[in-house]
């Protein structure tokens, strides 16, 4: 287990992309969320992507760059806070913390 959000290019070559699941862990993918933007910290807002959840992690791969995706471990993401308010950020949002 890596720690902290990790850089993540593991994409089955299908036609849905989805990502490569550990399958020593017995990892099973749970919901799949399109159109999703990532903001990491004080960066620009990556372009959307797919947010996948799995029994294990939270794994966001990018729609326009096909080699860019991070992932991050539940035991190591904690939500920090749910925002609407467009004057705090001009989309709805989910604060988390790694």
Do not use: N
């Amino acid at each position: 287990m890596g720690l902290g959000l990790l850089h993540f290019d593991g994409r089955v070559v299908d036609d849905d992309e989805r990502p490569l699941l550990e399958s020593d862990d017995d990892e099973e993918l749970m919901h799949v969320e399109p159109g999703v933007a990532v903001a990491l910290g004080s960066r620009p807002m990556e372009s959307p992507g797919t947010l996948y959840v799995t029994s294990r992690r939270v794994i966001w791969l990018s729609d326009a760059d096909k080699g860019k995706g991070y992932a991050v471990d539940f035991l190591l993401l904690s939500l920090h806070a749910v925002s609407r308010d467009p004057e705090t950020y001009p989309f709805p949002c989910i604060y988390t913390q790694v």
